[in-house]
């Protein structure tokens, strides 16, 4: 879907986007037998999208490791033994036969991610280089750079930037156990300044962390009830990496994973949900749930930033298995 139709399908559908959702509403679709959550999903994702499209982006680090904060679930940190080893900024020309190869695989978007904990000015004139070649290959952009001020997110902005993302991980809760060094509220200001700027939002979270249901619900809703509901939700299933504080948790129900797509979409009916890390681990038969559930989106690529992800032709595959294809620009 173009960015033109997808504001029009936006404001058609704004009347009936919600914004309020209680954290008890959440919960009881959380709760509502498997069958009914998914037949709601369906109902819902069916009003707003094809559901036979899926959205293809593609993501690539282009700034690797060696970040200070101490996100428990990153190989990126500096303070985890994971083997990732910190590099520098990728060269423009580099990037963008990246971007090239990517939009010649289907790819519509092309997301460029960097391990900081905020972009220094000289860094960000290099991303913004890298935005307008990525946009005048005739992709969309998105970028992932850490928290942004008002200043830099305007800067984006003018060199072209279509999304910008930042997650808020998990619930407000459970978030102390994951990252001590950003702030709940460091996060949704940085949402704040990106939104404030026109770009559009993409953010959503990370299921498998060793959080409850509870904590879910409240991820969910907090997305929920931002003032715009982001235009891209990512969900993502914990990627258990060795030397990460996460890398012994237990691996997370399939099921339950499903549910949190459905419910996501469901309270974000226009949103464009995403598949996002875990799919590697994933089944095809989840994978195939989760589109059922309302997923509409997924990275293609073997690699999502520094973990492994099915290879392109692999996602082809099961695309025509499903009958899906791509989402068009
Ligand atoms: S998730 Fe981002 S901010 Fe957190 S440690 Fe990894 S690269 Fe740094």
Same mark, same amino acid.
């Given at each position: 879907?173009?960015?033109?139709? +997808?504001?029009?399908?936006?404001? !058609?559908?704004?009347?009936?986007?919600r914004h309020d959702w209680?954290?008890? @509403?959440?919960?009881?679709?959380?709760?509502?037998?498997?069958?009914?959550?998914?037949f709601r999903a369906q109902?819902?994702?069916?009003?707003?999208?094809?559901?036979? &499209?899926? !959205?293809?982006?593609?993501?690539?680090?282009?700034?690797?490791?060696?970040?200070?904060?101490?996100?428990?679930?990153?190989?990126?940190?500096? $303070?985890?033994?994971?083997?990732?080893?910190? &590099?520098?900024?990728?060269?423009?020309?580099?990037?963008?036969?990246?971007? $090239?190869?990517?939009?010649?695989?289907?790819?519509?978007?092309?997301?460029?991610?960097?391990?900081?904990?905020?972009?220094?000015?000289?860094?960000?004139?290099?991303?913004?280089?890298?935005?307008?070649?990525?946009?005048? *290959?005739?992709?969309?952009?998105?970028?992932?750079?850490?928290?942004?001020?008002?200043?830099?997110?305007?800067?984006?902005?003018?060199?072209?930037?279509?999304?910008?993302?930042?997650? *808020?991980?998990?619930?407000? +809760?459970?978030?102390?156990?994951?990252?001590?060094?950003?702030?709940?509220?460091? $996060?949704? !200001?940085?949402?704040?300044?990106?939104?404030?700027?026109?770009?559009?939002?993409?953010c959503g979270g990370i299921?498998?962390?060793?959080?409850?249901?509870?904590?879910?619900?409240?991820?969910?809703?907090?997305?929920?009830?931002?003032?715009?509901?982001? @235009?891209?939700?990512?969900?993502?299933?914990?990627?258990?990496?060795?030397?990460? #504080?996460? %890398?012994?948790?237990?691996?997370?129900?399939?099921? +339950?994973?499903?549910?949190?797509?459905?419910?996501?979409?469901?309270?974000?009916?226009?949103?464009?949900?995403?598949?996002? %890390?875990?799919?590697?681990?994933?089944?095809? &038969?989840? !994978?195939?749930?989760?589109?059922?559930?309302?997923?509409?989106?997924?990275?293609?690529?073997?690699?999502?930033?520094?973990?492994?992800? #099915?290879?392109?032709?692999?996602?082809?595959?099961?695309?025509?298995? *499903?009958?899906?294809? #791509?989402?068009?620009?």
């Open positions: 879907m173009s960015l033109t139709a +997808e504001a029009n399908s936006r404001s !058609q559908a704004a009347a009936e986007l209680t954290r008890a @509403e959440v919960r009881a679709l959380f709760d509502l037998p498997f069958p009914g959550l998914m109902t819902v994702h069916r009003a707003h999208f094809d559901p036979a &499209e899926v !959205q293809i982006s593609t993501l690539l680090s282009i700034k690797t490791g060696g970040c200070p904060e101490d996100c428990a679930y990153c190989p990126q940190s500096a $303070r985890y033994d994971t083997g990732v080893r910190a &590099e520098k900024l990728m060269a423009l020309d580099a990037v963008l036969a990246e971007a $090239r190869a990517a939009k010649a695989a289907g790819a519509s978007r092309f997301c460029m991610g960097a391990a900081w904990r905020e972009p220094k000015d000289r860094d960000l004139d290099a991303v913004c280089a890298m935005v307008e070649g990525v946009k005048a *290959l005739g992709m969309e952009t998105c970028a992932t750079l850490g928290m942004l001020t008002v200043m830099q997110a305007q800067r984006l902005k003018d060199s072209g930037l279509d999304y910008y993302n930042h997650n *808020l991980d998990t619930s407000p +809760e459970f978030y102390r156990e994951i990252i001590t060094t950003r702030t709940y509220g460091d $996060r949704l !200001q940085t949402l704040e300044h990106v939104r404030d700027a026109g770009i559009h939002v993409c299921v498998g962390m060793g959080e409850t249901r509870d904590d879910r619900v409240g991820m969910i809703a907090a997305l929920a009830s931002l003032p715009e509901h982001p @235009e891209s939700v990512p969900i993502n299933m914990l990627v258990r990496v060795a030397g990460t #504080p996460l %890398a012994d948790k237990t691996k997370f129900d399939p099921l +339950e994973f499903v549910r949190t797509i459905a419910v996501a979409r469901i309270t974000m009916p226009c949103s464009v949900v995403r598949l996002s %890390a875990g799919r590697e681990d994933m089944s095809e &038969e989840t !994978q195939a749930l989760c589109f059922l559930a309302g997923a509409n989106s997924i990275f293609y690529g073997p690699k999502l930033l520094t973990t492994p992800n #099915p290879e392109s032709d692999r996602d082809r595959a099961l695309m025509t298995r *499903l009958g899906m294809t #791509p989402m068009e620009r």
